[in-house]
């Protein structure tokens, strides 16, 4: 998929937005580097799905809403 028709499938970059918080403290907190939370928040890549359980508890979210919905 190109970079203009690449789909988001993560809202991690707006919560982390919404939570005030930064992608250098969600890297600090899953021992990660900042330029692999920067791929997640762009869609450019996926975390592992037990990446997002642990995202979630950082953000003190669902972990649902770290996803973009499937169904409107």
Sequence with gaps: MSKSTKADYNR???LLAEKKRTNK???DHL??????VSRWCTN???????IFYKIAKFL????RELLV????
Excluded: C, G, H, Y
């Design 60 to 63: 003190d979210v669902d972990v």
């Design 25 to 27: 403290e969600l890297a």
């Design 69 to 72: 919905p499937s169904k409107k």
């Design 12 to 14: 991690l970059k707006v």
């Design 44 to 50: 450019d890549s996926q975390p592992a799905i037990e």
């Design 31 to 36: 021992n990660v580097r900042p330029a692999t």
